[in-house]
């Protein structure tokens, strides 16, 4: 009887409150300003997944004003599947194709490195089998491509080769800017 008598009290004095649900706290991105000693430092200002975009797209017409110099974004890229990037395709089969190599020259045993079960086997490759993939960006533009607005930039270690990756917001982590 007594949580009847608690709900029929509810709707004597209804609270009349609508309240909106914020974003998740581990959506929180820094944006980073680098100093010209090159520290960091504490974050500039922390934003959300949703204001990832518009942040990278005033930075960036900052940057077309002469203002800032780079804008950089850390993001987790996936490195398996069908929404891999090249690049990271071909980190992939450059080192399958140096393991292999290494493999031959030390047991005489040929490995394909193209077939599907090359499978940077610890037992036979022991701690050779780390591979480093960029997770910092140069951005370029943001691009409409269908109803969403992605990230393009270029990882940093492979500028030179020009290689561009669509990155979602949802995946950045952190946003660098470098004024001049």
């Keep these: ?4 008598q608690l709900f029929e009290n509810f709707f004597e004095n209804p609270i009349m409150e609508v309240r909106t649900v914020p974003e998740s706290s ?3 991105i820094p944006v980073y300003k680098y100093t010209m000693s090159g520290s960091i430092g504490s974050p500039e200002e922390n934003i959300t997944n949703s ?3 518009p942040k990278l797209q005033i930075l960036l017409e900052l ?14 890229v996936p490195t398996q599947g069908r929404r891999t990037p090249k690049y990271i395709k071909d980190i992939i089969r450059d ?14 045993e040929e490995i394909d490195p193209d077939s599907d079960d090359f499978d940077f086997d610890i037992d036979r490759f022991g701690d050779q089998r780390t591979i480093f ?6 951005v370029k533009r943001i691009e409409k491509i ?9 990882p940093y270690s492979k500028q030179k080769q020009g290689f561009q990756v669509r990155i979602s917001p949802m995946k950045v982590d952190e946003i660098f800017y470098q004024p001049l």
């Design 1 to 4: 009887m007594k949580h009847i």
């Design 26 to 28: 581990y959506s929180v």
């Design 51 to 53: 204001e990832v975009i």
């Design 63 to 76: 940057q077309r004003a002469g203002k800032i110099k780079e804008v950089h974004v850390t993001a987790d």
């Design 95 to 108: 080192e399958k194709i140096r393991m292999a190599k290494k493999h031959y020259y030390e047991t005489g």
């Design 133 to 138: 993939f960029d997770s910092q960006f140069i």
């Design 146 to 154: 269908g109803a969403e607005e992605y990230i393009i930039g270029t």
